[in-house]
């Protein structure tokens, strides 16, 4: 396994969670890690990606409540989701890449998922 997610489960509507991303030396040293999610009958969907140095870029629909970092020594990146809604539910997947993009194709190495279930 190339990335490893964690950190998912079932929320009621205005908690948090933290999601999880461990990587190996090889899918770390990229360029950026992203976190994208996808919900049932729905694109993925990209949320925020964040390069080595520690810059970040996050999807204006959610900007302000999910935040992505990074323990480069830990070679884990982190999704920080606060006020989740019912609308948050799917699955979350990690990517790395040696590219700096908001589309999932262009990334390399995925994980395997986490599941978020926000209920109402």
């Known amino acids: 396994v190339q990335l490893q997610a964690s950190g998912g489960g079932l929320v009621q509507a205005g908690d948090s969670l933290r999601l999880s991303c461990a990587a190996s030396e090889r899918t770390f040293n990229t360029i950026a890690v992203a976190w994208f999610r996808q919900a049932p009958g729905k694109e993925r969907e990209f949320l925020a990606a964040?390069?080595?140095?520690?810059?970040?870029n996050t999807a204006d629909s959610v900007a302000g409540r999910f935040t992505i970092s990074r323990d480069n020594a830990k070679k884990t990146a982190y999704l920080q989701m606060n006020s989740l809604t019912p609308e948050d539910t799917g699955v979350y997947y990690c990517?790395?890449?040696?590219?700096?993009?908001?589309?999932?194709?262009?990334?390399?190495?995925w994980g395997q998922g986490t599941q978020v279930t926000v209920s109402s």
């Open positions: 964040i390069r080595r140095s520690g810059f970040r």
């Open positions: 990517a790395s890449g040696n590219v700096w993009s908001t589309q999932s194709t262009r990334y390399e190495y």
